[in-house]
Every structure is written in structure tokens, then in C-alpha cells.
């Protein structure tokens, strides 16, 4: 471990959840005015918030809300029903005892993030601490904002709430919607002017705000007023006041099993930035799941553009092979009904499938033409079945990987390359005909997929996968061999000589040997390609995407790199969790302003996993591990419940200068067992069935 330099948050030991100090003015990366964003989300909404604190403490918020099920637009793949609320506009009022305060012009003394982002205000009239927090319900349309108030002084505290609710109508595809805002949930007294609660002393009470937004059919005929204003104000709260408090319980039961529940595979080692945004990546890798009429329910990337909808990329390659491991029973359907809707439009002509199905499945979309999006389900799919051990699931999904790799077959020319048009950045930067993304994804494909053959007993099948990942490996060394930059590494396509950050792809699938692999890991690291915020995405620009930080992170654990990638993750870690954006792995920038794509986390978590742990599925109940220790490090730990349903622990630790190796799991005739030692260099193999 190294000594971090200084960052605006830090990690609460006692609670896990980050903290910004904003009173601590000996912290130099404590610097105002500051903004940032979060975004949360629950199975019917989305919510982006964005604060800014000035230089007197004050903050301000902007909600940017997103109700993805309703819609406002036909055809239009970002026609969601969309909210714009700043605190200009909804900020409420309060008195507390005989004085009003005004939360604008209050000064806040410190921000909490645990999956629930919250402010904390200086304490107000002789010692009312209150502090407001944002979460979105876990299953319906509605944002929550709760006010706290806890009375610290030594008598009664009345606090008096001003009604703000009010609602709006908008007109969608489907008809006439409805947008409410209530902060009062008092029986039959939505509509009175205040409410007010008497708080005792040591005692809180809660204020809750709630957006939300339904269908509307309770207007007449011609669309006139409301029949009975206060019923049918009502009659559109979908959270009404006997609900509030099951939201709240909800979403922190929801963040708290995440993150903390073994069964949903949990990491542990000395760097407590690294074990606390891996339970982070958990959160938001897994609550980025919505509800959908065609394709049920699914996982969507999110960022305020993508929701609803599936991508090969994000959700087959990136996210579900990660579900695998995380064992939630919501998002493993989610993986299954992605695999699944793909699957119905893979054709006997072998067309390419569209890059996405968004708006619910309605719009199948092409962004980039053919983006070797078959490759990408391939290599996603088989690690997904692999890792799931669900045999009669692989039966079901088999067919899909035969289609995948018989149309990377044909896509692969005489130079024995698989074409594509474009990859997953569809044509930001130039990929020439043949990628280097495309032809390593259809290499995985086809060495996994081997995997899943010979476990359905399709033993020629697994043979010709493998004789053709052969050939491809081969073909990748010949025709992107090259020497870029100076360094023995890779061109991403025919003619390009300049550096690009997926020549880490070689190095995660294991073609990068020898002076190669030497090459490729110098230039990532050098100061052409790594930056503070990871890779940049081509040599001499300013443009990064995560994704490829991450997928080069794991390659360079697995290519044996340990300490300038345990180095490197370290450094990117922090700067996500603990500076100046936080607390997630993001997108890109300039693009879409650094938004916290929900797949990016997942490949977060998947580092440790295939990266620093080197695991790689061999069948539905075997493994094999080269696990890495950083010289920092003398242990660390994982468990996950996979392959099959089993509860597996791992433990690596350093003993006599080796690397010792053991690995648990409960079984019906008592517990499997494996021990194994040797340097870092060694290959354990792990096999269940006996």
C-alpha cells in the first residue's frame, strides 16, 4: 500500500460509506466551489443528481429525472418522459419553533455516500441537526428526497413543513400522463398549507419529498380539470404516505445486501479504497435493471440515454458475465432475457443483429453497422454459461453460440481476420475493415464456447472451435503484429500507427507472448496511453472511455504485469471513489460528461475476479486460477456463489515466499478442498466433480 495523496472524500471506516468533510480546511483537494453528479436508479425510474457547493458553504441541487416506461415520443430511442426539478423551483420551506429557515442559505458541513447520497447541514436555532438525502424507489415510478430532522437540544422542537406539492400533465405515446411532487402525506390533507410535527428531545422525524409519475386516465372526456382535485391527486400517487417508509427501508436494504452479503460475491484486501469501490460497482452494476413489456425485466447501461434497452456490448459482453458471479436472482434474469432477445433475431441468412434493442425492446437499432456485435455475444454468453453452471440453460442458449461463431466464420477473410465495420465506439475512431476488438472477441468466443460444446457432449464441435480459435490466434499475430509507437505491441487495423488503448485485448485473452506482451505492457503504462484517468483511447488525445481502462487493467494482471497493474488500479481507484467525481467507474470523456454507465462497474469487479484472481471458467463446474499478489500484499479474499450454486471461498496468501492457494466449497457429501502453492506464475486447477 502506498501513501494516497490527498483527496476531497474518504472512506468512514465504522460505516463504509464515503464522506466529503466540507469544513476541513486543512484539506488541500478540499477546494469551492465544487459539482458533481450521481446517478441511481430502480426498476421504473432513473434519477441523475446534480450539486454544487460554493465557496460559503450553500448547495444547490438539480434533479434529472428519467421515467423510462413512459414515454413522450414515438420512434425516438431517447423519447423518455424526462424531469428537470432544481431547487429554484422546489426547495421547501420550513419553520422551525417560530423561525423559518432557509435551506438555500444554509451552510452544509458534509456529504455521505453508502448508496444513498445524503447533505448534511451546519445544525440550525441552538442545535436541530438535519440533513436531506436522495434515492429512487426500488420498484416504482418515484423519486425520494428525505428531510431529517433530529433535535439535539434539551426540549421540544415544533418543525413546520410549507406545502409545495403540485402536479403536471404531459402527453405521451401511449396518452395522457401525470407528474406529482407531494411533501405532505397526511390522509385527506395533501392540499392543506403545512403540516407540522413536534419533535421531542433526542428524537428525529422525517419530511419526505417524493416526484413521481404515472399514466393518467382520470381526466374526462375533453381532457378538462379534475373531476375532485384532492382524490384525484391522490389516485396518481403511486407512493403514497404508507409507503414511504417501506422505499426508504427498501433501497438501503437493497444497497447494504449488495454490498455486504457474501453470497453476492465479496472481495477483501489490505487497500480499503480497493474492497470499497468494488462494493460500490456491486450497487450500481446491479440496481440498473428495468422493466420492460417485450423483453421483461433487464439491465440497461443508463448515463440519462440509455434505458430500457440491451446492447451486445454492455449487456452481453460486459455486464452478465459478471452476474454470473454476483448470484442476484434479478439480475441473472436480466441476463437471460437479454441472451434471449437476441436470440430471436439471429437468422438463417446471417444478417448482422442489431447493435441494440431500446424503447422496451420495440426499436431494434444499428449504430456503426456490424459492430462484430456476434463476437461480442459469444465471448459474453459462453463465460456467462460457463461461470452459471446451469446446464439446462446452456441447453436452451447453445444454439445462439453456434450462430455467433458460424457468422464469425464467414465474416473471416483470407487473411484470416474477422471482419466488422465498425466495434463498440461505432466510428468515434477509425477501425479500417478487420479490428483488433473484433477478432480477439471472436477468439474468446470460440475458446469458451468450446467449453460449453464438450460439457453438452458436442465433442466435434468443441474441436472445430478450438482448431479455429488456433488459427485465429495466429492469424491476430500476423496481421495486427506491429511495431506503434516505438513499442512491440499492436495495430488496431490496417494502417493505423498510432496507439490505441484496446491493443490491451490480447493480453486479456492470453495472445500476447513474449516480447509482445512486453511491448503491449509498456505502452499502456506509458505516458503516450496512461493518464490520471486511465487509458486514453488513442495516443495524443484527451478522449478516455473506462471500459478500455478496465479491460487493460485485467489484462495486465493476467499477463503477469502484478505491480505496475496493482499500481495503476490503485491510483484510478481512488480518483473514482474518493475525488473530484465520484463513486462510481464511468463512461467517457468529453463524451456524456463522465456518466455512470452501470457496465463499466461490472467490468470494475470483474479486475479482480478474471484480472487479479485469474480466474477462467473450464466447465460448469471447474476453473482454472493464476492468481496475483501484490508485493504489498500478504492475503486477500474471495467468495462467490457460482458454478453451479456452490458457496466458493478462495484465499490467497503469501507464505515462504510462494503464493499459497485455497479454495472451499460445500457440497452435498461435505466440502470440497483444494490447497496449492508455487510462485505466481503457477495454474491451479480446480474441479468439482469428483
Not at 442545535?127 to 431529517?148: I, Y
Not at 428524537?203 to 381532457?223: E, K, L, M, R, T
Not at 414511504?244 to 460475491?265: G, L, T, Y
Not at 465471448?379 to 453456434?402: C, F, I, N
Request: hydrophobic share 40%; glycine share 8%; with cysteine.
Amino acid at each position: 500500500m502506498t501513501s494516497p495523496e490527498a483527496t476531497r472524500w474518504h472512506i468512514d471506516v465504522t460505516t463504509g460509506s464515503i464522506v466529503w468533510d466540507v469544513t476541513d480546511v486543512d484539506n488541500p483537494a478540499n477546494i469551492l466551489p465544487h459539482a458533481d453528479h450521481v446517478e441511481m436508479s430502480g426498476r421504473r425510474v432513473s434519477v441523475i443528481v446534480r450539486y454544487r457547493i460554493d465557496t460559503q458553504r450553500r448547495l444547490f441541487v438539480e434533479r434529472d429525472i428519467f421515467f423510462p416506461q413512459l414515454r413522450v415520443r414515438e420512434n425516438d430511442v431517447r423519447g423518455y418522459l424526462r424531469r428537470v426539478y432544481d431547487d429554484r423551483l422546489i426547495l421547501p420551506r420550513f419553520v422551525i419553533d417560530d423561525k423559518e429557515w432557509f435551506p438555500a442559505r444554509a451552510p452544509i458541513e458534509r456529504v455521505t455516500f453508502d448508496g444513498v447520497l445524503s447533505f448534511h447541514y451546519a445544525p440550525v436555532v441552538g442545535g436541530v441537526a438535519v440533513a436531506r438525502s436522495f434515492q429512487p424507489a426500488k420498484d416504482k415510478a418515484g423519486l425520494v428526497e428525505v428531510w431529517r430532522f433530529t433535535n439535539q437540544t434539551d426540549s421540544d422542537t415544533a418543525i413546520t413543513i410549507l406545502n409545495g406539492s403540485f402536479g403536471q400533465s404531459d402527453t405521451g405515446v401511449s396518452g395522457r400522463m401525470h407528474i406529482t411532487l407531494t411533501n405532505i402525506f397526511v390522509p385527506d390533507k395533501i392540499f392543506a398549507k403545512s403540516q407540522i410535527k413536534n419533535i421531542s428531545s433526542g428524537s428525529q422525524s422525517d419530511f419526505p419529498v417524493v416526484i413521481q409519475a404515472d399514466d393518467w386516465d382520470s381526466i374526462d372526456a375533453n381532457g378538462m380539470a379534475y373531476q375532485d382535485p384532492e382524490q384525484d391527486f391522490k389516485s396518481f400517487m403511486v407512493i403514497q404516505g404508507k409507503h414511504i417508509d417501506e422505499e426508504v427501508s427498501n433501497r438501503r436494504d437493497f444497497s447494504r445486501r449488495i454490498q455486504s452479503d457474501p453470497a453476492h460475491v465479496s472481495f477483501v484486501c489490505p487497500d480499503p479504497e480497493l474492497n470499497r469501490l468494488f462494493a460500490f460497482a456491486k450497487i450500481r452494476a446491479a440496481e440498473s435493471l428495468f422493466e420492460t413489456k417485450i423483453m421483461g425485466l433487464v439491465h440497461s447501461p443508463g448515463g440519462g440515454n440509455f434505458y430500457c434497452g440491451i446492447w451486445a456490448n454492455d449487456q452481453c459482453e460486459y455486464a452478465s458475465p459478471f452476474f454470473a458471479f454476483l448470484n442476484d436472482g434479478d439480475a441473472n434474469e436480466a441476463s437471460v432475457n437479454a441472451y434471449r432477445h437476441y436470440a430471436k433475431h439471429m437468422k438463417p441468412d446471417y444478417e448482422p443483429v442489431p447493435t441494440s434493442f431500446e424503447m422496451g425492446g420495440n426499436i431494434p437499432f444499428h449504430a456503426g453497422g456490424d459492430r462484430g456485435d456476434a463476437a461480442m455475444i459469444a465471448s459474453g454468453l459462453s463465460r456467462y454459461l460457463l461461470v452459471r453452471g446451469d446446464r439446462a440453460l446452456a441447453t436452451e442458449l447453445y444454439p445462439m453460440l453456434q450462430w455467433c461463431n458460424e457468422y464469425n466464420q464467414r465474416k473471416t477473410d483470407a487473411r484470416g481476420v474477422v471482419l466488422s465495420d465498425s466495434d463498440e465506439l461505432e466510428g468515434r475512431f477509425s477501425t479500417g475493415d478487420a479490428n483488433l476488438s473484433t477478432a480477439t472477441l471472436a477468439y474468446d468466443g470460440y475458446r469458451m464456447s468450446a467449453h460449453v460444446a464438450r460439457e453438452l457432449g458436442h465433442g466435434a464441435e468443441a474441436d472445430e472451435w478450438d482448431g479455429r480459435a488456433d488459427a485465429l490466434a495466429i492469424a491476430v499475430e500476423a496481421f495486427f503484429g506491429a511495431t506503434v509507437g516505438g513499442f512491440s505491441t499492436y495495430r488496431y487495423h490496417d494502417g493505423n500507427d498510432i496507439l490505441r488503448s484496446w491493443i490491451c485485448l490480447p493480453l486479456v485473452f492470453g495472445l500476447a507472448e513474449g516480447s509482445r506482451k512486453t511491448g503491449t505492457l509498456d505502452a499502456l503504462f506509458s505516458p503516450l496511453l496512461w493518464t490520471p484517468d486511465g487509458l486514453a483511447t488513442q495516443a495524443g488525445e484527451k478522449t478516455f472511455w473506462d471500459r478500455s481502462t478496465l479491460y487493460g487493467l485485467r489484462g495486465a494482471f493476467i499477463a503477469g504485469a502484478t505491480e505496475s497493474a496493482y499500481t495503476n488500479l490503485l491510483s484510478y481507484s481512488r480518483r473514482r471513489l474518493l475525488g473530484d467525481h465520484v463513486p462510481y467507474p464511468v463512461e467517457a470523456y468529453p463524451e456524456n460528461a463522465q456518466a455512470h454507465l452501470s457496465a463499466e462497474s461490472a467490468l470494475y469487479c470483474r479486475v479482480f475476479l478474471e484480472g487479479l484472481l485469474g480466474l477462467r471458467p473450464t466447465g460448469f463446474d471447474s476453473f482454472a486460477l493464476t492468481p496475483r499478489l501484490p508485493a504489498a500484499w500478504n492475503e486477500y479474499d474471495v467468495r462467490f456463489t457460482a458454478f453451479g450454486g456452490r458457496d466458493i471461498s478462495i484465499h490467497v496468501e503469501r507464505k515462504k515466499g510462494q503464493v499459497e492457494v485455497s479454495v472451499t466449497a460445500p457440497n452435498a457429501s461435505g466440502t470440497y478442498s483444494y490447497s496449492g502453492s508455487g510462485t505466481e506464475e503457477r495454474t491451479h486447477t480446480i474441479h468439482f466433480r469428483h
